[in-house]
């Protein structure tokens, strides 16, 4: 009873009645007609323009229904991909554009309601693109050749990502307008499934039905050996799988609402206002992502209340558990993956190791222990990543405290630094318990086979593996030193791009750049070109020129570029630098910047305070700004 | 029938250095309605945004039904309709759609929604007009719309920011009309204007203000007969012949503020409450009293009394 009520909630939500409208026009359903036979009937002109690379790749033996069906799993993936973030980026800026969206927050409609219905609207365009397609259908029963069980199975794989995209669209549409929704989604989208079928040992971006898609044609076509190949219900399922998690990801996102916490409303009359927009076009006066109180509100007290005490803190924590876990997850399945062929490998030792090469598929004993390596970087690299993103949008721009218990209120900024550090230092624990331990159980692996060296077996033509793993070794417990000081360099500077960007939000860059995360997203590339790469440039280009004043010049600008630690710690410039204490002047710069940085983020903060929120609250109570400053302390504490 | 109150107390709001809101405090008893009358820039729109939750007050506070806008705010928004001065509508529905689309936001159950969108359609005078797009709609269609839509889910508090804007002679006659019928359903109404004959038609207590400040709040009929301050407004017809005497002779009484002559008459302002005293100084001196009447003021003269033209 209570399903029904759900489903009747979802049929009678305004997004779904709206799309319902809109979807089944004749107009609509004209224009899907149009595109979607257009785009198979152009992918089918293309095949048939070139039928040599066709049978090269596609194979001569294959009958014409089999290269149907995957045209038409192709084609409905295309459309999902393209249409529905078109339909669906619009959900929070057009009513705020179009000047309704105070209503939508006076309705007292939840954020997850609202949105449902947008996102159950999205079932009706798959039935559209299904039904549209039932011509090809058909001719592909007639052709013959396809394997009906797979492309049935692959045609809900294709209802999921249309969810799941759905659910990521609406989602995004909170931080971005839709332009850069469309962007981000259609890209990510290209990539991720790129990502999806390239030859990599951790394979974590089964987030598109891809790999699904063009597994039977792949296998067939490349001719790639079966056993170096997972299953096709493998594949499935880890589609299935990565799909349904991004699609509850993205929809927990939506029920959080923007993290966008600590705001004090600077707006009236419909859009955030700042001194000085009156100057400006009304299109720069737009800001992209809700910031408004109202706008905010919709998805703090529009939901139920059972947190509302903790909602606050509860906001601030999201972050960090969501880096925190994903960093858990990524280090968690390199050690699971390492496990399981660890044993993998000692049992194949036993047997003499025949079969190395072969039942390891792409992960022979040459690139064994670096894949691991490169797991664990990505993984932690992509964590510090996001973590620096997240806490470098300025959420202390208006100097409120974030109560800590009942007496204590601390700035975001302290907080955003005790995440930071906090993320900084559990995945860098987490990550040289790994390399430990990997590098533990690879010694006592290796350590058999050099006594079996016979068995053991060149695998590797004139290089025999157990020298092979040695080496492997070698670098292995020498990488493990390198982790700590790997980890500070890192750190400091992503602590230094966050720095940089929040005193840009703060300085008012943000105005310009029309959001914080943009500009945030700006100073990054600004922060890598001119203190990564450039110096680094400078050394590559005058490490051979004759300019012997430049070359001086250029080592020692080496030394601020973090590359250049890298490099310098994984003996890569040792010719230049020597080794023992060649980091030496990269901390010392390093430091000196961070410092610098801290004071323009002190001294632009305390102007702020002044400025912007003592001085009206001092005019208004009479009291000197340090006393108006206690009483709000107080006052937020309470 | 319902009994909601309107507590405002104290309250403020300002916008960096701007004071839109300063210290205001009112209140409006339940099924009356209280016209909030200003100048452009005199905080009426802040002050209708902070009664319909969606800004947020520097100080003070609003109970509406008892409950604060502060610390109950999801609460507040069940009780209240609010009819903002823009009309923002999504893109390409038909007026039933378009309520249709709000009536399903303000979680209208589905199975009363249709007869819920008759009601309104025929209180606002919809119900006879076709169903056409939104967008091709005339402001006075539009308006009737919005009011419609923020009729909806029956709310018990209406806040109408500026309702008459823009609409010509007719259609603002037809929105009174309206307000009075909502009204007598004992709903609770604000409305904000800065067309004073419209609000005097509906109003039953009036509220000016003018920079932020509240400069008059009252019963509307104690303040056209008592103006702006303490006293009384009141015509004296004499002879033309001794006009000019009686003028100065009623300025020389202590307690008479204004004393003019207008349309062969007097006009003056007194702080005698029965206007006596004026009418024995009159007899006194023999000068003949033709007419001697009690002035009631509109709204108008109320207006430009209290205010001073100051914007903030």
Redesign the interface.
Known sequence: MKLLQQFQMLKSSPGYLRDRRFLLSAGALGLAAIILNGALLAMLLGLLGMPSEVEYFLGGARQLGEIFSLLILTGIFLVISVVTPLRLTDIFLGPRLAGYFDQVVLSGISPLRFVAGRLWSQNLVYLVVISLLIPWIVMTVFLGGTAWPIFLVNLLLLYVYSLMLAAVTLWLSLYFNELLTLLVVISGVGVLSLLAIAPIPYQVFVVTPVPAIVYQTATESLAMEAESLRSFASVYWSCLGGMGLVTVGAIAGIWLGPLTVVHRETSTFGEVVYPGDSTKKRWLRIRLHARRLGELTFFYQNRCAVRAPWELLFRWGVPLAVILCGSVIGLSGILADYLVTETRLQRMYADGGRHFAANLGYRDAGGFLLDYLIGIQITVGLSTLVAAVAFSRSRAAAGVRVPIGRRRALPPLVLDSFCFLLILCSIGAGSFGLVDRISAGWLQISGRATVMPAEAGPMQGLNPEPVSSLQRVGYFTRYQGLEFRDMAVRALALHLMSAFALWACLQGAGYFFWSRSLTAMMVVPAYAFLVWLLPLFLVMVFRDAYFPLLERFSWFAGLISPLTGFLILHRELVSEYGTGNAMLPFWFFHTGICLLALFLLRHRLRWLQVNSILKPVSEATGLPPLEAAATMAQEQVK | MAVTTIKISNL?R????LV?VDDVSLQVAAGTTLGLIGPNGAGK??LL?ML?????P??GDVLIGGRSVLRD??QV??M?G?M?A????????TIH?YL???G????VP?ADLPQRIRDVKELTDLAARPDVAVRGLSTGNRQRLLLA?TLL?DPDVLLLDEPASGLDPRARNELRAIIRTLATLGKTIIVSSHILPDLEDVSDSIAIMEAGKLVVHGDLQQLRQSGVEAGISVRIRVDSAVLQQAADLLRAIPGVHECRIHDQGLLVRSEDDGGNSLLEALIRERIQVQEFSREALNLEQIFMRSTAGRVT
Do not use: I, N
């Open positions: 403020t300002r916008f960096d250095q839109a729109t802040s945004r319909a939750t969606l800004s947020m520097d100080a705010p999801r928004r069940r209240l609010f903002p823009e009309f923002g509508y999504p893109r390409g529905l759609e249709e689309y709000f399903s936001l303000y979680q589905t839509r889910h």
